[in-house]
């Protein structure tokens, strides 16, 4: 697809890095005599452990899945409360229904989109069993998350979707913390095409949730099996998993990229009179991994609706993502109670956000269309 005038291909604004070797993998195991759960699965999930610094993991078939074996395998169910923040990605949220307990949301801070930790410790009721909050804008400091855990006597399940390959503190993501899940969603660092994966305490959780990704089944001696939970079905298949294997290889080849066009937005950016720096992501933002580029939409400055922006950016052949509504504000949270007015930032950036184009085959120079034109509509403003 090409833009207005024809001349520029269409830009979206995520994409993920795909090539030929892949694609010979994938054909390679699809060929094996193999390609359900197996011997790729269990090499990806080793490359995973290494990468992370070695701690148990297990791959499933998307972070959302994952992050509900998670929660099944803490024993968190029906009159139990999880505090999450009500920005995010539904899947947050909507784990925490799926398992029978309830969603408790609170605000995020405006920069780093992350939640607010002070907000989360005044949301602990005797029914808490464990906070959920995301790696967005920025890496959450582990430092943090382990005194909270310390202090409340809370689980953690960080919900790192966005953040394979962002490191903290020295280390990446996963390597300190309690249960971490990741997402190989298309759009994310690194893809299987659908997937996630969970970085564990230790190797008793790990078996746990082998159980729970597969119908809670265990081998007895006799050869025979036996179900010890009523559980489902979340099993990476092999060929997602060589995939994986590829993809993770060149991992932080592309976080490098996505940092240094996250500097170019940055220095386009600098100066601007409506795209101000309170709007964008936090630019001092050491081993962020920079899956999205956020911009907060100044509506009222400029008198346009999101969707004109996006419609606009869209003729000039340019794909603008929106992440995410304020969560609690969706139909079924109302229905749980849930109203405007009580997390006013995640509501704001719900109103305001937009994702701009940001992926590791990108040139500079599409960053730079990219601001051109988002300058050029915001300035034209309401037509
Ligand atoms: C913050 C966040 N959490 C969870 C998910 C769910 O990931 P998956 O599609 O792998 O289930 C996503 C995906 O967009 C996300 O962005």
Known sequence: MNDRAGTRPFLPFARPTLDEAMAAAVADTLL????????????????????????????????????EVALAMLG?????????????????????????????????????????????????????????????NAPLDPAALAAFRARHGVRIVEDAALAIGSRVAGRPVGAAGDIVS????????????????LVLGDEAEAEAVSRLRFHGIVRLPDG???????????????????????????????????????????????????????????RDNPGHSWNMFTVLLPLAQTGLTRRDFIEAMAREGIGVGLSYEAIHLTTHFRSRGWREGQFPVAERIGRETVTLPLFPAMTEADVDRVCESAGRILRAGRP
């Open 76 to 136: 968190i169910g029906p009159g139990d409360e999880v505090v999450t923040p009500a920005q995010s990605f539904f899947a947050s949220a909507n784990v925490i229904e799926r398992v029978g307990a309830r969603a408790v949301f609170v605000d995020v801070d405006l920069a780093t989109r992350n939640v607010d930790l002070a907000a989360a410790a005044a949301a602990i009721t005797p029914r808490t069993r464990a906070l959920l909050p995301v790696h967005y």
């Open 182 to 197: 990741f997402s190989f969603h298309p759009n994310k660092n690194l893809t299987t095409i659908e997937g996630g994966a």
């Open 224 to 282: 025979t099996r036996d179900v010890v939970a009523a559980a489902g079905k979340f099993n990476l298949s092999d060929v997602s998993a060589r995939l994986g294997l590829l993809q993770l290889a060149r991992l932080d080849g592309w976080v490098a990229a996505r940092s240094r066009l996250a500097a170019r937005y940055f220095e386009r950016l600098a100066g601007d009179d409506l795209l101000t720096p309170e709007r964008l992501p936090p």
């Open 32 to 67: 094996s005599g193999w390609i359900a759960s197996g011997p790729q699965v269990a090499a990806f999930e080793r490359a995973l452990s290494d990468y992370v610094g070695g701690r148990p993991v297990r791959a499933l078939t998307s972070a959302t899945g994952a992050m």
